[in-house]
Structures are given as C-alpha cells and as structure tokens.
C-alpha cells in the first residue's frame, strides 16, 4: 500500500464531512412548523410532500443548504414551496420585542374573564376561504384573525404571542429542511416509530458509541436488531476508515433499511460487511452448535423480523416514507430505490452492505475486533454475549442495549463469574428537555421515561499465556 | 496511544512495550495511568509491581505482585482517560460528553473549537471523534492550565490532533482566522453569551454550537443571546443511573414439610456463604437486581442550536 505524504491510504478518499447543501437524490428529513411533523423524503424530482390538505412538489428544495426555511404559497400551478429567509420566520423573539415594553400593563391581565364559547372569533371559515381565493398570503390571514378578535387584546403578551404562533401553525405552515444525522434520524424514529428501533433514545445511542470506543480505525463488531440505526451511526464515526462487522444469528442479515438515510458516501458504505456468526467462529464444531441454538431462541423473533422487514421494505420503496406519511407519491417508487446510482453518492442496494470477504475474516480472527456493540432489544441474551466476547480483542471495550433490564442483569452475572470482563456496569441514562424563555423557563411537560438499558464493560485476557483466539 | 495510529491498533498481536501508558485498573472505582518503564515498579495496597513484568504482555492482561495480588493493565481509551486524568477544574463525564459528541455531529474531519480546555476531558474525545483528518482548536484563557492540558496531548498521543493555546474567548472571541470554518464549537465559560457573536461568525452554514452551564441564569442568558442569529436552541440534562446486582440462592420447596420457620433460614445462610449444596433440597440461583443509592444529581445544563440559515 503505497502511502503518500504519511497518510493511510483511504484518507485521500474521504471527503468533506458533513455537507452542506443538499443534490438530487438525496435523503433529507423536513421539519414542519418546528418539530410538530416529522418526515424523512429522498429528493428525486417527481417527489411531493402532503402539508395539511395540499400537495407540493419537492424539487425546490434541491440544490438548497440545509436549514433553509420554505413555506407553501399558492400559485397558477397549484401549491408550492417557497424558500424565505430566517428572520421572516415566525419565532419567540419577534413576537416578543414589540411587548417588552408592556410588561409591567401585562402583570395585571390574567384569563379571569375569559369565557371559551367559540364566539370571541368573528371572522368564519367561509371568509378565510375567500381571503384565500384572492390571493391573501398565510401571515395576512393570521393578522386578520388577530384583529377580528374580540379576547385578543384583553390577553397577556405571552397569551397573545402563544395564539398567534398557533394560528400561523395552522394558516402559514413552514417546512424546514435538515440533513439527516445520527442524532436527528433516531430521535425522529424514536418519535414517531419508536418500536422499530427497540425504543434506543438519542442519548443512549450516543453513549453506546462512546461506551464502545467508536472512531476512525476501529473494527467494530456489531448485533444490529434496531433496523439499522446502530450499524448507521458507527459507520458515521468511522468515517470510512475501519470496518463495521454486522453480525447475525440466522440466515439472513437483519434488515437495516435506516442506513439508506445517512447519505453515505460509496467509500463509507464499503465499510459496512456482513458475516454471519457461524462464519467468525474459529471451530466448526463450535460454530454449527451455536448458530442453531441462537436460531432456536430466534425462531419467534424471525417471525416478527421478517414482518418488520416487509414492513421497511414497503416504506423504502415509496421512498423511505413512513407508511402513514403519503410524502412521496408516484413519481419516486421501486425503480428509484433499485437501480445503482451513477450521479449522486450513495448506497442504494436493497441491503447495505456487503458479504464478508474470507481475507478480512481471517484479519478479523487474528487481530480481534476493537469493540463490540449488542442492540438486540428483544432477545432473551443467554449466552449470547459469552458467544460473541472471544471474538474481541483483549481490554477492548464493548457495550450491550436492552429494552429490559433483567436480561442484563443475568448476562452482568454471568460475565462476572466467567471473570470474563471487568468494568462492568449497568446504566440507564435520563434525559430531559427544558423550554427556556423569559420568565417562562422550566423543564418540558412531557420527558421519555425510559430509553432502555446499557450494560458495558471491558474483556480482558484471562489466563496467564493469553495469545490470539482462545 | 489512543487508537489513532493504525500500527498500534488494538489487537490479539498489541502488546506492552517500554514507554506505553497503560491504565493500571484495581476496582472499576480505582485506576491510575502509568508510563512503564523498565526498572519502574508501581506500588499499591496489593503490592510491588515491576513493570518489566508487564512489557511483552498483551493489554487487558492479569498481572501479579510480589505479594500475589493482582491488577490488570488496561488500553488507554477517552472514557478510561476521563476517570483518571487530574483534575485541575470540574470535568465533563460520560453522559455529557456522548451527547455532545452526537449532537454536534462531530465525525472524522471535522474542525472543532473548544472553550475553555480545562483539564481537557472532553477534549480527548473530541479528538478520537475528529480523528485522522480533522483538528481540535481548543482555547483556555489559564496560562499554567493550557500548558498541563498540552503535556496531558503529547502523552497520550493526541498532539497531532489538538492544539492548545492560551486566549481569553469571552474577552477576545475566537481567532479571525477561523472564520466560516468551524463544524461545530463548544463552549463551556462562565460568561458564554460574550463570546456567542464571534461563535456565530466562526460556524459554517448550519454548524452547530453547544453551551454547558451548571446554572439556569447563565442558560437563560445565552438563549437571550442565541436569539439573533441561532436556530433550533435546545436545552437539556444528561444524566445517568447505574445497577448492582445480587445473586441469591433460593431453596426449592422439593422436600420441605412446609413450614418456613426453623431449619429454613439456617440453610439458607448455608447456601449463601457457598458452602456446597444441600443435596435433598432443589436449587434455583436468582439474579437480583436494583439501582445504587448513589447518582450524580446534576452536572450542567446542555445548551444547542444551528446557525441561522441567511
């Protein structure tokens, strides 16, 4: 391998991390009215995006830098999505500095008077329509709203500013366009469809890669039964240096349609093999016992997998839109999906990832990977992980998911004794979001209340002539 | 040390040479990092431990002292370096630091810019995250601290990848140099809303910047100043709770006569001290498990957000 200026050899493939602007073809995940909606879409050109009972072609938003802020106009052709700047963008702080200076007026408002019978609003649906027809835009409809309102002005500053966010909600909807990234794609999922990726929260995937000790140059072995997600955000630390061992106890990998949305390149997709476990064991013997024993306690949880496969596969062939979401229609199908990419980067396949080829096996048998990740959320562990540890290198680190807890109890208790790992630990990480604004800070009223468990540690070296595979 | 060199990859084959730190581990509560050297010894409760003894091993090895006590010998990693790195200030642990590495979606060649250093344990891994291409620009305004950080680099082999130097952010902004270029910055100041404007030039389009502050004022205080030109400010607490578990040997009801009283709970206290099995009785082992008493309540309040789309 010749190397040139002292750098290992796949640096000079890598690029710029993190673009910045999005292409044609790729996958992006739309914001609508700050987090109310959520939806993944791929730019093709025939893609369209359902926003209350109107229907927007997509393609304005190509060629565009992420966090760009669109907003649906009504034009000749029907609705469509209009880039606007930031600062015209409905927020907090605007509403605010108008009343600033009504503060002290303000602490004598409350909602005493306030009577909710559907009378304070004078204006009716038949009248916004008609505004609508002659062209009135989003924010004119929500201003008229504010003024035929018989209660708004008796509300305080913070009460007004909460309507008219509300209303512009409903009347000038924005959709905000965002590169999709580890933190983004799992807390979208855990939202929306949180049973598709075990329940794994944002924070605890991001402490399972740490735990693991993740980065460029690791070979990372990895039990991906989260759609996905995992093998994604590994593949996003290496950074196309290192490998991801995708590992499975049955037939077929398990499906990881997720890692279609990270917009990899073909350089960091390479990195993504997968071998099954029979084939990482150094003994025959071993490995065909094993293999069917796991196969075993997986027969019901085949089941389940191959439906949840059908089910992502159906998904990824309207274009990686949530079934419930018609967010792509016709125009981006089955042929979209299939056929190798020549003109925009990434893995497009039906399974990213490749078979293992024996050379890097071998590697792998000699060497030892560098860390070991286990999200296998609804499998009764067993020996599972005592299977999987000689495959790590000594004082390599590793970190095991799970939904419940007395799965890993079990499994820190086996460790234990076995003395095959130190460092053990259960943890279970709580997370919680505040809402800070003037005189109004304190934390969000709804919290996850659980985002699973971690059980991590370190393998170490057990006898006194320790060398290689034992 | 940490990964960064593919020759030193952590393998079957890597083992403890003479200058090497290793992470000497007793108890999950208890390492310290040691540089070996040959005619070194390391001295603890369990004994003299010659470091000539520990080169030629593999790392993750068991070794013995002259007294027959034992402790094992750990590859440095960012997570193992946070639980034994002096601390001249307050550090940023685990919980924290994953969350941030996530959130800024640090990943390798990045250019990253830190404020203030302090003992650099999130700089460590920062610099695994930014690892080979990328860099890690992290400023303290402490000349003696910037200084300790900088040697803690070089020994751990991160030199390459962090550059320390001395500079008061919140007085003088980041560097002008920097301009545009920044994938993300991190700041943890007493006074973070100083420096928020010249962050703001600092960040590519749509970077993202991440505050800590352990206080709620200073958190109000930065979002006021986030306002104008940041997008998407988020405000969270990280923290985590760990489990201990207990393995209890229940007596099975095979050949009891049914009441608990009397012989029961002696053959209990048998079975628990391990004292071999009671032959006519049946045995279940059962894993129990609960929280630990102890858990950090708080650490600081984790403040995101992207700058603003023009």
């Given at each position: 391998m010749a190397e040139e200026g002292g750098g290992h050899p796949a640096e000079v493939a890598l690029r710029p991390p993190n673009p910045r602007t999005t292409w044609e073809g790729c996958s992006v995940l739309l914001d609508i009215n700050d987090g109310d909606r959520l939806v993944f879409a791929r730019l093709s050109p025939a893609a369209t995006l359902k926003i209350g009972n109107k229907k927007c072609f997509l393609s304005p938003l190509i060629g565009c830098p992420f966090g760009s802020l669109f907003r649906v106009d009504t034009g000749p052709d029907g609705p469509h999505l209009?880039?606007?700047?930031?600062?015209?963008?409905?927020?907090?702080?605007?509403?605010?500095?108008?009343?600033?200076?009504?503060?002290?007026?303000?602490?004598?408002?409350?909602?005493?008077?306030?009577?909710?019978?559907?009378?304070?609003?004078?204006?009716?649906?038949?009248?916004?329509?008609?505004?609508?027809?002659?062209?009135?835009?989003?924010?004119?409809?929500?201003?008229?709203?504010?003024?035929?309102?018989?209660?708004?002005?008796?509300?305080?500053?913070?009460?007004?500013?909460?309507?008219?966010?509300?209303?512009?909600?409903?009347?000038?909807?924005?959709?905000?366009?965002?590169?999709?990234?580890?933190?983004?794609?799992?807390?979208?999922?855990?939202?929306?469809?949180?049973?598709?990726?075990?329940?794994?929260?944002?924070?605890?995937?991001?402490?399972?890669?740490?735990?693991?000790?993740?980065?460029?140059?690791?070979?990372?072995?990895?039990?991906?039964?989260?759609?996905?997600?995992?093998?994604?955000?590994?593949?996003?630390?290496?950074?196309?240096?290192?490998?991801?061992?995708?590992?499975?106890?049955?037939?077929?990998?398990?499906?990881?349609?997720?890692?279609?949305?990270f917009n990899f390149s073909r350089e960091i997709c390479s990195r993504v093999i997968q071998?099954?476990?029979?084939?990482?064991?150094?003994?025959?013997?071993?490995?065909?016992?094993?293999?069917?024993?796991?196969?075993?306690?997986?027969?019901?949880?085949?089941?389940?997998?191959?439906?949840?496969?059908?089910?992502?596969?159906?998904?990824?062939?309207?274009?990686?839109?949530?079934?419930?979401?018609?967010?792509?229609?016709?125009?981006?199908?089955?042929?979209?999906?299939?056929?190798?990419?020549?003109?925009?980067?990434?893995c497009k396949s039906a399974n990213p990832g490749r078979k293992a080829p024996p050379e890097l096996i071998k590697l792998w048998k000699e060497k030892g990977f560098n860390s070991l990740i286990v999200a296998a959320p609804e499998l009764e562990l067993g020996s599972l992980i005592q299977d999987l540890l000689p495959l790590l290198s000594y004082s390599a680190p590793f970190a095991i998911y799970h939904q419940f807890l007395q799965p890993l109890a079990t499994c820190m208790h086996r460790l234990q004794t076995s003395r095959m790992a130190i460092n053990l630990q259960i943890s279970e990480p709580w997370l919680r979001e505040y809402q800070v604004l003037p005189s109004r800070t304190h934390p969000m009223m709804q919290m996850s209340a659980c985002g699973g468990y971690i059980l991590s540690g370190i393998r170490i070296c057990i006898s006194e002539g320790c060398n290689g595979n034992n | 040390m940490l990964l960064i060199d593919p020759s030193k990859r952590n393998s079957f084959e890597w083992h403890i040479c003479e200058g090497d730190l290793v992470i000497v581990y007793e108890r999950h509560d208890n390492m310290k990092a040691v540089k070996v050297q040959k005619g070194s010894v390391f001295q603890n409760r369990f004994g003299i431990f010659k470091h000539s003894d520990w080169i030629g091993k593999p790392f993750g090895s068991k070794v013995l002292s002259n007294k027959g006590g034992f402790v094992y010998l750990l590859a440095p990693t960012p997570e193992l370096w946070t639980l034994v790195l002096s601390h001249r200030t307050q550090i940023l642990y685990l919980p924290d630091i994953s969350l941030v590495l996530s959130y800024l979606e640090i990943v390798p060649g990045c250019l990253v810019?830190?404020?203030?250093?302090?003992?650099?344990?999130?700089?460590?891994?920062?610099?695994?995250?930014?690892?080979?291409?990328?860099?890690?620009?992290?400023?303290?305004?402490?000349?003696?601290?910037?200084?300790?950080?900088?040697?803690?680099?070089?020994?751990?082999?991160?030199?390459?990848?962090?550059?320390?130097?001395?500079?008061?952010?919140?007085?003088?902004?980041?560097?002008?140099?920097?301009?545009?270029?920044?994938?993300?910055?991190?700041?943890?100041?007493?006074?973070?809303?100083?420096?928020?404007?010249?962050?703001?030039?600092?960040?590519?389009?749509?970077?993202?910047?991440?505050?800590?502050?352990?206080?709620?004022?200073?958190?109000?205080?930065?979002?006021?100043?986030?306002?104008?030109?940041?997008?998407?400010?988020?405000?969270?607490?990280?923290?985590l709770r760990t489990y201990e578990i207990k393995e209890v040997r229940m007596d099975g009801n095979g050949g009891g006569e049914g009441s608990p009283v009397g012989p029961f709970p002696r053959k209990r206290r048998q079975c628990l001290s391990g004292e071999g099995s009671n032959g006519s009785m049946e045995q279940t082992t059962a894993v129990m498990v609960r929280p630990c008493s102890e858990a950090r309540g708080h650490t600081g309040y984790l403040t995101f957000a992207r700058l603003a789309c023009i």
């Open positions: 209009t880039r606007i700047s930031s600062s015209s963008a409905p927020s907090h702080d605007n509403c605010m500095q108008e009343t600033d200076d009504g503060q002290s007026i303000d602490e004598l408002r409350d909602n005493r008077s306030l009577i909710d019978n559907n009378t304070a609003q004078s204006l009716s649906s038949n009248d916004i329509d008609a505004m609508r027809r002659e062209g009135a835009t989003g924010d004119e409809i929500v201003e008229a709203l504010m003024a035929n309102s018989s209660t708004f002005g008796k509300k305080t500053a913070f009460s007004q500013e909460k309507y008219k966010l509300k209303k512009q909600k409903k009347y000038a909807p924005k959709v905000l366009l965002r590169r999709p990234s580890t933190r983004s794609i799992c807390e979208t999922y855990f939202k929306k469809h949180p049973a598709r990726i075990g329940f794994l929260r944002m924070d605890t995937l991001s402490l399972l890669l740490s735990m693991a000790n993740v980065g460029a140059y690791s070979d990372v072995l990895v039990v991906d039964m989260v759609g996905g997600l995992l093998t994604g955000a590994i593949a996003e630390r290496l950074g196309g240096i290192g490998y991801i061992c995708s590992t499975y106890f049955r037939s077929m990998p398990y499906p990881s349609d997720i890692v279609r949305m071998a099954p476990f029979s084939d990482l064991c150094s003994s025959q013997n071993l490995d065909n016992e094993n293999s069917k024993s796991h196969e075993n306690i997986q027969s019901s949880e085949i089941q389940s997998q191959t439906e949840d496969s059908l089910l992502t596969d159906c998904a990824s062939k309207s274009s990686i839109a949530l079934p419930e979401d018609p967010v792509v229609s016709e125009g981006d199908s089955l042929p979209d999906c299939r056929h190798e990419n020549n003109t925009s980067t990434g | 810019l830190e404020s203030g250093t302090g003992s650099g344990s999130l700089t460590t891994s920062l610099a695994r995250a930014v690892a080979p291409s990328g860099h890690v620009y992290t400023f303290d305004f402490h000349e003696q601290r910037a200084t300790l950080a900088r040697e803690d680099f070089t020994r751990i082999g991160l030199s390459s990848l962090v550059t320390v130097t001395v500079r008061d952010i919140q007085g003088e902004g980041f560097p002008e140099e920097f301009c545009g270029s920044a994938d993300s910055v991190f700041l943890d100041l007493p006074q973070p809303w100083l420096a928020m404007p010249s962050v703001g030039r600092m960040l590519k389009q749509d970077g993202v910047l991440c505050s800590f502050s352990p206080c709620i004022e200073q958190v109000q205080r930065s979002c006021e100043a986030l306002k104008s030109n940041f997008t998407d400010v988020r405000t969270f607490e990280v923290l």
